[in-house]
């Protein structure tokens, strides 16, 4: 079955940068997206970015600057990278497959990770 | 960007019908989709592409709408419905996520 699984540091700080990784089973990441999603605590989601079916990404223009996000389809991985943080990254970060067929809706998402960013 | 309106906060009796509303800031076509979240849970998907329902979701949950207007319908509603009910549009970059409606049992 479709899985998705997030990985990472809870507690990071400020200026530091995040590194999480998305293990994902049951699919191939060479014919789906895989996006991340923000989720500060008690708020509502953010979009950061995708990587596409054929390695390419797309990222929010709030974020663009600070983030990178890659994969390794060998070990069926996706990471994310985001420099310079801020107390205001703080949130849940999501992965989730995204599928061309399902107009790009996420349609299975991880547990998510709890990230903290804090002094 | 793209701005999603939804309505903060609905209360509703078991049996009942409700409509939740997410109304854009600019057209997105029909890449409108729907997502129920518990707390302490992830986002789960119910309704992609403003009217088709994902898979294992009840039919109980429906979708609607093309443009910049869209509903999604819970007929009836059950208990375990209690969640807060995010829209998103894929159409236009960045995507973005309504602000989310949380929905009550009376």
């Known amino acids: 079955q479709v899985q998705l699984e997030e990985s990472g540091p809870g507690l990071m700080q400020p200026s530091e940068t995040l590194s999480l990784t998305c293990t994902v089973s049951g699919f191939s990441l060479t014919s789906n997206g895989v996006g991340w999603v923000r989720q500060p605590l008690g708020k509502g989601l953010v979009w950061m970015g995708t990587i596409w079916a054929g390695g390419s990404t797309n990222y929010n223009s709030a974020v663009q600057s600070r983030l990178s996000i890659s994969r390794d389809t060998s070990k069926s991985q996706v990471f994310l990278k985001m420099n310079s943080l801020q107390p205001e990254d703080t949130g849940t970060y999501y992965c989730?497959?995204?599928?061309?067929?399902?107009?790009?809706?996420?349609?299975?998402w991880g547990q998510g990770v709890m990230v903290t960013v804090s002094s | 960007d793209t701005v999603l309106t939804q309505s903060p906060a609905l209360a509703v009796s078991p049996g009942e019908r409700v409509s939740i509303s997410c109304r854009a800031s600019e057209g997105v076509n029909s890449y409108m989709h729907w997502y129920q979240q518990k707390p302490g849970q992830q986002p789960k998907l119910l309704i992609y592409k403003a009217s088709n329902l994902a898979s294992g979701v009840p039919a109980r949950f429906s979708g609607s709408g093309s443009g910049t207007d869209f509903t999604l319908t819970i007929d009836p509603v059950e208990a375990d419905d209690t969640a807060t009910y995010f829209c998103?549009?894929?159409?236009?970059?960045?995507?973005?996520f309504g602000a989310g409606t949380k929905l009550e049992l009376k």
């Open positions: 989730a497959r995204q599928r061309p067929l399902l107009g790009w809706g996420f349609d299975y």
């Open positions: 998103q549009q894929s159409w236009n970059d960045p995507y973005t």
